[in-house]
Each structure stands twice: as C-alpha cells, then as structure tokens.
C-alpha cells in the first residue's frame, strides 16, 4: 500500500481562469499578477516594501547592488565565495 504524504489540491477551475486572464491579456512574464502579489504580501506582512523577482539569480544580483550602494562596496572588492555551488551563485557576483 502507498501512502502519499504530499498530494497536491489544486482549484482547477480558478487557477485556469487566472491563467487564462494572463494570456488574454498577453502577459507571460512579471506584470499585473506580480503588482498585485506584491501589494497583497506588503497587506499581509506590514512591510513598506516587496519586489518580486523572476530568479534567484536576479536576487543575488539585486542583493550585492544594495550591499554596494548601503555599505560602500565598489567594483573589484573581493568575495569570497565557493566552488561547490550553482554557476548563477557566482555569475550574480560578476554581473555586479
């Protein structure tokens, strides 16, 4: 006998008038559905801000940016960081 301990419920019929809103209105990326995920997670959580973002790449990227502009960082400061990672982990460091 099996047991499933994660079975995942899904509303189809609201998920796909959702999706189909997304495509009637021609978004495929960040866009109206984003502003409002943002807006609804400052409600939720009282913070002042929340940007979403497409990946964790982008995160990474957009941290060290702050930590540039916050704490004085300036192009060619050393990082360290490891070789046991994914590539973007460091590819985030090289784009800033």
Known sequence: MTVQL???S???E???SEIRECLEKGWTGLGFKTAEF????KN???LHHAHFL???TVGLHL???LFKSKYGWNDG????TTPLTFVSTNHAILYA
């Open 6 to 8: 994660f079975v995942p």
């Open 54 to 56: 497409n990946s964790n």
């Open 63 to 65: 941290a060290i940016q």
């Open 38 to 41: 943002e807006t609804a997670w």
């Open 14 to 16: 609201e998920c796909l």
């Open 10 to 12: 899904f509303r189809i």
């Open 77 to 80: 400061d050393e990082v360290i």
């Open 44 to 46: 939720y959580t009282g």
